[in-house]
């Protein structure tokens, strides 16, 4: 009997996500009816001038703010493991996780107001990378625990600097969290709306903000196909970062 609440939590979870898919692939014009299978409505966003300009623009947004946030939340992660050890310094850190993203996103906005920050892509690619810096720094961190402190010190006892063995030891032994890191990261970027929708200038859009737009006039077919593709790079991301921590993790207990 324990396993009927456990199945029923991930019907509720996952049956609006398959439907979703499902009707994605329908022959019709209704996103309520199917009527047939058929790929059409695949072909239909690719050949649409607005998403594809808001895909490009995700992209390069998500692979901006990847790329900052990993830099920063691994440094961010090795200074508070390895330099200073503070609880305070370690709830700051990661409280762009927990804050609730309009507290975060006004705050943003608030924040390039008062440095009379132009608004675009830009801006966007910023705010990601504050928000994903966190994740990146608890998955580096957590790597972090099982990294053998003692060939650090060999590296230094051995006459090599600091940068040098950082560069040598501390990031080999760090790779799959950071990549890890990086790939949740690039998730996170790539489906996030409201720090986009706060912190975006009014010529471009993400395309979130573009699903958003074309869902408020009724659910389309069309934006079936979308969300179902999103749905695919966001679950590869995710399942490809968990099993590099897995392996990280195998390989250091080796």
Known sequence: MLRVPFWLTYVFLYLPIAVLVWMSFNAGDSPYVFEGFSLKW???????????????????????????????????????????????????????????DLVLAIGLLAFYALVQVTLGLWSVMLSHAV????????????????????????????GAGAVRTFVKITLPQLAPGIVAGALLAFTLSLDEFVIAFFTIGPTEQTLPIVIYSMLRFGVKPEANALATVLLLISFTAVIAGQRLTKIGERGAHD
Do not use: Q
Request: charged residues 15%.
């Open 42 to 100: 695949y072909g239909e966003f690719l050949a649409n001038d607005r998403i594809a300009e808001g895909l490009v623009n995700t992209l390069f947004v998500a692979v901006g703010s990847t790329v900052l946030a990993t830099v920063l939340g691994t440094l961010l992660a090795v200074g508070l493991a390895r330099h200073t050890r503070s609880k305070v310094l370690d709830a700051v850190a990661l409280m762009p996780a927990i804050l609730p």
């Open 131 to 158: 928000f994903s810096m966190a994740f990146v720094a608890a998955v580096v961190r957590t790597r972090l625990t099982h990294a053998d402190p003692s060939l650090e010190e060999a590296s230094r006892d051995l």
